[in-house]
């Protein structure tokens, strides 16, 4: 089974640049979910898609960032613009059902952004 | 406000002996806790969950303990490997929601002495 697969693995822009990150999630994983971690932090939730829904967006900065997961399946994560504290590592998981008991969410490698 | 917290940076353990990663929490809403495992360069790989109706929770090598009074749980690694240095992530959930994004520690790095 292929794992959740993530592009670019790095991106280097300046501030005021805008970026896009991509996402494919395992094959009939409804559920997906951007993370933004941080250097010497953990992960922290910006957005949760089940289908091509929102289900939590309470935590991703509106004025810059946008997502987006068009037909359910693959999921788009832009910035625009782009500041200096963006810089972090952005980690895709996806899982295959949504609340009840806690389920395994499966992590893609991450896209590491540095902003210059 | 961090509402998981993993107060110890980094721990070192000698390869055979136990591994105790510590984790405390604040938020009462949470019900299920989970810990992850990261190797650089990789994103987390699930480890091993807990729900808070339970106080341990045992898989091969690996327990969580849960002290839900205390607001506490720890991570147990018997016996430590080398494979296992790694960064790991305490992370808490609320399933009644709808939502179940994670809310996660900032790691432990392990690092197993041979």
């Known amino acids: 089974e292929a794992g959740v697969a993530q592009s670019p693995r790095y991106k280097i822009i300046e501030k005021r640049q805008s970026v896009a990150f991509w996402c494919n999630p395992i094959?009939?994983?409804?559920?997906l979910y951007w993370y933004q971690q941080i250097l010497g932090q953990g992960p922290k939730l910006l957005i949760q898609?089940?289908?091509?829904?929102?289900?939590?967006d309470s935590q991703l900065p509106k004025d810059r960032f946008s997502a987006e997961r068009l037909k359910g399946v693959d999921s788009t994560l832009k910035i625009q613009p782009a500041k200096l504290e963006d810089s972090a590592v952005y980690l895709c998981?996806?899982?295959?059902?949504?609340?009840?008991?806690?389920?395994?969410?499966?992590f893609g490698p991450g896209t590491r952004l540095t902003v210059l | 406000d961090q509402q998981v917290k993993q107060n110890s940076p980094s721990l070192s353990v000698q390869e055979g002996r136990i591994s105790i990663l510590n984790c405390d929490y604040t938020n009462s809403m949470f019900d299920y806790f989970l810990w992850y495992k990261k190797y650089p360069a990789e994103g987390p790989t699930f480890l091993i969950s807990?729900?808070?109706?339970?106080d341990k929770n045992e898989d091969g090598r690996f327990t969580v303990f849960l002290n839900k009074s205390a607001k506490h749980l720890s991570l147990h690694i018997v016996p430590s490997q080398p494979g296992d240095s790694a960064v790991y992530f305490c992370a808490a959930m609320y399933s009644g929601g709808g939502a179940d994004g994670l809310t996660f520690g900032k790691g432990t790095h392990l690092i197993i002495q041979p």
């Open positions: 998981a996806s899982s295959s059902r949504l609340g009840g008991e806690a389920n395994e969410q499966f």
């Open positions: 807990i729900s808070s109706i339970k």
């Open positions: 094959s009939g994983h409804a559920t």
């Open positions: 898609f089940q289908n091509n829904g929102v289900v939590d």
